[in-house]
């Protein structure tokens, strides 16, 4: 049997970037950057390719959902850029996976780190059944809704410690912020490869499921409780309350289609 895996990539734990205009789309520092978290996949997917897997998908998961660089990817992994709605906020469509590995995280907006937030800054903390959690969690538990587990994280030392509190059964690996030259951040993808190799070919990797839980959302000016019945209605429900809290939950699906459409004829352009 073929066996497939989700790759999701961010920006703010890739290898090398540390300075937050590498995070920024259109930054000059953003271009460059823009190879970087395309070769951390590349190297995530050689460790995919090596533990038996065939089929590998990456959704691009920061800012709009262009920023990896599809022509640059290894051949058997197919990029979705851009961001969708439905059935599942920001991925669309989940295609049928065994794995997913998590790649270039970061911190909670409660904790020190490079560039802590989730989705947006106005969000200040996020607490399920009391715990302060990360992007990683949330992102895991809509997977784990799916049946698909998360093995492997590559985030900030700070990150991956309140993660693996969560989810001890992840391998992870710490990536360091700070300036390196190429034979580092070389060295540190030929590191990350082997990571995912060892964390990708076992078996029995539990999806992480929530169930219905109570959530706690601190923002700038108050704080939200509710009971929520699934990780995906939370993910939803955060997402419409900051990132996109500027538009009517019925214009959303309709916004990112016209920013998927946008950045699409830029990317066309690019490559002329």
């Excluded at 439905?86 to 020190?112: F, K, N, S, Y």
């Excluded at 802590?116 to 895991?140: A, M």
């Excluded at 693996?164 to 700070?178: C, L, N």
């Amino acid at each position: 049997m073929t066996k497939n895996a989700l790759i999701l990539a961010d920006i703010e734990g890739i290898i090398g970037v540390h300075d937050k205009a590498q995070c920024t789309p259109g930054r000059n520092a953003w271009k460059h950057a823009r190879d970087l978290i395309t070769e951390d996949v590349n190297a995530a997917t050689r460790g995919v390719l090596e533990s038996g897997y065939r089929t590998i998908t990456v959704c691009d998961m920061h800012g709009t959902g262009f920023n990896i660089l599809p022509e640059k990817l290894l051949p058997e992994a197919r990029c979705d850029q851009g961001h969708r709605w439905h059935p599942v906020p920001l991925i669309g469509t989940l295609p049928r996976a065994d794995c997913a590995v998590m790649i270039g995280w970061h911190a909670a907006p409660d904790q020190e780190g490079f560039s802590p937030h989730i989705f947006q800054k106005t969000l200040r903390k996020l607490c399920i059944n009391g715990d302060p959690i990360t992007e990683v969690e949330l992102f895991s538990a809509v997977l784990g809704e799916h049946g698909i587990p998360v093995p492997f994280v590559s985030a900030e030392a700070v990150a991956c410690d309140r993660i693996q509190g969560h989810m001890p059964w992840i391998h992870r690996m710490d990536i360091p912020k700070r300036p390196m030259d190429e034979p580092e951040r070389r060295t540190l993808r030929l590191k990350l490869t082997a990571e995912v190799q060892k964390a990708t070919s076992h078996n029995g990797t539990p999806p992480l499921v929530w169930n219905t839980h109570e959530v706690t959302a601190t923002f700038q000016k108050e704080t939200r409780t509710w009971s929520s019945p699934s990780a995906t209605h939370t993910f939803r429900r955060l997402l419409a309350d900051t990132a996109l809290g500027f538009a009517p939950d019925a214009a959303i699906p309709f916004l990112l289609f016209a920013l998927r459409t946008r950045c699409r004829m830029e990317e066309w352009a690019r490559k002329r």
